[in-house]
C-alpha cells in the first residue's frame, strides 16, 4: 500500500478521529476566546472592571492597559485581579478598592501565582491573572483526556460537554477562581483514583486556596471505609484543610473578620425551586431570548446530574461520592447563588457534572442520560460568543515597542463595525485621544483614514496647533500626521470641517453626518 493511501486509513481510524474532532474543538476554544485579545488591554476584558470599580481601584492601575465596562456590570474578578498586585491582602487602599476584602481575598492561590509571574509588576500581574483561565483550560484539557480517553463517542460527548459547559466558561469569560479549582479537584480525583493519595492531599489543599468548596471533593477521597485505611484517610482529609485554615488566621489578623457567606445558603431545595420559577418567567420577560432560553437549558443540565445521582446509588465509588457531595449542595444553595444568567451555581457546580459525565460514560447509561445532563454547553458557548465592544473606542495597535489606543469623544456618534472594521461619524467637529502604554512623551507621527460624506474641506490640529488641512472626498484617504506631542502617553486630536453636514436620509431620527474616521495607525 502507498504512503498516500496509507495516511486517509489512520484518519478513518477511531481513536484518531477522536483525536481531530477534540483538536478542532481545542481550537474553537482558542478562537473564541481569542477574539477577546487587544492590543492595548490584553485579556482585561474578562476581569470585568466598571465605572464604579474603576472609582476606587488601586492607585497603580489608574490610567493603565486595564479595560474599564462604561456601565454597571463589575464582577468577583476584578477584586481577585487587584489582589494579584496586593496579594498580602492588608494595604488600606485594597480594602477600599475590594468589596468584602476579607471573604474576596480567601480565594488567594491565582492573585499569588499572577502576582509571582509578573515579578511584582502590577499591570503585569492584572494581564496574567486576567490570562490564566486559558492555560487552565488546556490544561483541564489534558487532564479530562486521561479520565475520558478517546475512546468511544460517549468519551467524547462527556470530555465536550465539560469543557463547554457553563461552569467553565463563564469562569473564563469573567476570569474567576472556579475553573482552576475545580481542574484541581479533578486532578486529586483522579490521582486518588489511581491510589496516589499524597498527590491528591496535594493538589486538593491548593485547590482550597483556590476556592473553599473544592474542599468538600475530600469528602469523596477521604475516608475509605477500608480495614486499615480509615485513619489515614481522615488524616489527609484534615491535612488538605490546613493550608486555607492558615491563610484564614492570616486573614483575620491582617483584613478584618472572615466573612462566611453564610447568605449563599438556605432550606434544602427552596432556592432551585425559586430558580425555575424565575427561569420559567424569563422566557416572557427577558429581552435576550438565547439568555433566557440557555439559562433554562442549564438549569435543566444541573437538575438531570442531581437526579441521575440520587436514583443511582452506588456508596464505594468515589465518583458517585463526589457526585453526592455536590447534590446535596445544589439542593443547598440560596437565591444569591442561582440568580442571574444562568448563575453562579453552575461554577460551583462543576464538580457535581464531572461526578455524573463519569458515571454515565462508565456504565454505558443511555444516550439521552449523556445529553440532557450537558445541556450547559449552550450557556456555556454564548458565554464567549460576544465580544464587547467599547461604543468610542476606534482602534488599538503596537507601535515601536509600545501599545496604543484611539478613542472619540462623545461628539462622535457610536462607532460601527464591520469584520473588523471600526469607524466613526460626527456632523463638523470631534476629538480622537491617542493614549500610549508605557506612556511615552517623544513626538510620535500617524497615519489617520478618513472620508467624508460628500467632497469637503478638513483640518486636524493638536492644541490649536495645525498637524493638516486639505480636501477630503467620500472615498476613503490616509493622512500622515507628523510631531503628535504626548504628555504622559495622551494626545488629544481636532478634528473639523467647515462644510454643512448632510443628513443621512429622511427618517425621524435620522444622523447627520460630515464625516468618518476609520483607523489611527501610529508609527
Not at 468548596?213 to 491535612?239: D, H
Not at 440520587?310 to 444569591?336: E, F, H, K, N
Amino acid at each position: 500500500m502507498t504512503a498516500g493511501h496509507a495516511i486517509p486509513g489512520r484518519l478513518r481510524r477511531p481513536e484518531n478521529l477522536q483525536r481531530l474532532a477534540r483538536g478542532m474543538l481545542v481550537l474553537a476554544f482558542l478562537w473564541l476566546a481569542g477574539r477577546f485579545w487587544d492590543p492595548y488591554y490584553g485579556f482585561t476584558k474578562f476581569v470585568q472592571f466598571d465605572e464604579s470599580d474603576a472609582a476606587v481601584m488601586l492607585p497603580e492601575l489608574r490610567g493603565t492597559p486595564v479595560y474599564v465596562y462604561h456601565y454597571s456590570g463589575g464582577y468577583d474578578g476584578a477584586a481577585y485581579a487587584q489582589l494579584a498586585v496586593r496579594p498580602a491582602a492588608r494595604a488600606p487602599e485594597l480594602a477600599r478598592a475590594v468589596d468584602s476584602l476579607p471573604y474576596r481575598a480567601r480565594r488567594i492561590l491565582l492573585s499569588w501565582i499572577a502576582y509571582a509571574a509578573a515579578g511584582g509588576e502590577p499591570v503585569r500581574a492584572v494581564w496574567i491573572y486576567a490570562g490564566m483561565n486559558l492555560l487552565v483550560w488546556l490544561g483541564l484539557a489534558w487532564l479530562l483526556a486521561r479520565i475520558f480517553p478517546p475512546q468511544g463517542w460517549r468519551n467524547l460527548v462527556a470530555w465536550a460537554g465539560l469543557l463547554f459547559c457553563a461552569g467553565v466558561l463563564h469562569s473564563v469569560r469573567l476570569a474567576l477562581t472556579d475553573l482552576a479549582a475545580f481542574a484541581l479537584l479533578a486532578g486529586a480525583l483522579w490521582l486518588g483514583e489511581t491510589r496516589g493519595e499524597n498527590r491528591a492531599a496535594g493538589l486538593l489543599a491548593a485547590a482550597g486556596l483556590v476556592r473553599e468548596t473544592a474542599l468538600l471533593g475530600g469528602l469523596a477521597l477521604w475516608p475509605r471505609f477500608e480495614r486499615g485505611a480509615w485513619r489515614a484517610g481522615i488524616v489527609r482529609l484534615g491535612l488538605t484543610a490546613v493550608p486555607l485554615g492558615l491563610w484564614l488566621i492570616y486573614l483575620k489578623f491582617n483584613a478584618g473578620p472572615v466573612v462566611q457567606g453564610l447568605g449563599n445558603f438556605s432550606w434544602p431545595v427552596i432556592g432551585w425551586v425559586e430558580k425555575v420559577g424565575n427561569t420559567l418567567q424569563a422566557l416572557r420577560t427577558e429581552a435576550d431570548t438565547w439568555l433566557a432560553v440557555t439559562t433554562l437549558l442549564a438549569l435543566a443540565g444541573l437538575t438531570v446530574q442531581v437526579v441521575y445521582i440520587l436514583i443511582r446509588w452506588q456508596p464505594s465509588d468515589a465518583w458517585w461520592r463526589l457526585g453526592l457531595v455536590y447534590s446535596v449542595l445544589m439542593l443547598c444553595l440560596g437565591t444569591a447563588v442561582w440568580d442571574g444568567h444562568p448563575g453562579a451555581a453552575t461554577r460551583i457546580l462543576l464538580p457535581l457534572g464531572l461526578a455524573f459525565n463519569v458515571l454515565v460514560v462508565r456504565r454505558s447509561a443511555s444516550p439521552v442520560w449523556l445529553l440532557a445532563g450537558n445541556l450547559t454547553v449552550f450557556s456555556g458557548v454564548l458565554a464567549l460568543w460576544t465580544v464587547p465592544r467599547d461604543a468610542h473606542e476606534l482602534s488599538t495597535g503596537r507601535s515601536a515597542g509600545a501599545t496604543y489606543v484611539v478613542q472619540a469623544d462623545e461628539r462622535w456618534y457610536q462607532a460601527e463595525q464591520r469584520g473588523a472594521q471600526t469607524w466613526v461619524w460626527c456632523a463638523r467637529q470631534g476629538g480622537l485621544q491617542l493614549t500610549t502604554w508605557p506612556h511615552r512623551d517623544a513626538p510620535v507621527g500617524a497615519q489617520v483614514a478618513v472620508r467624508g460624506i460628500d467632497a469637503r474641506p478638513l483640518e486636524i490640529r493638536q492644541d490649536g496647533r495645525l498637524l493638516w488641512r486639505g480636501e477630503i472626498g467620500v472615498r476613503r484617504q490616509w493622512i500622515p500626521l507628523t510631531g503628535i506631542t504626548l504628555a504622559q502617553g495622551v494626545a488629544h486630536l481636532e478634528l473639523s470641517s467647515p462644510a454643512d453636514p448632510v443628513s443621512e436620509g429622511p427618517a425621524a431620527g435620522a444622523r447627520t453626518l460630515g464625516f468618518a474616521v476609520y483607523d489611527v495607525r501610529v508609527e
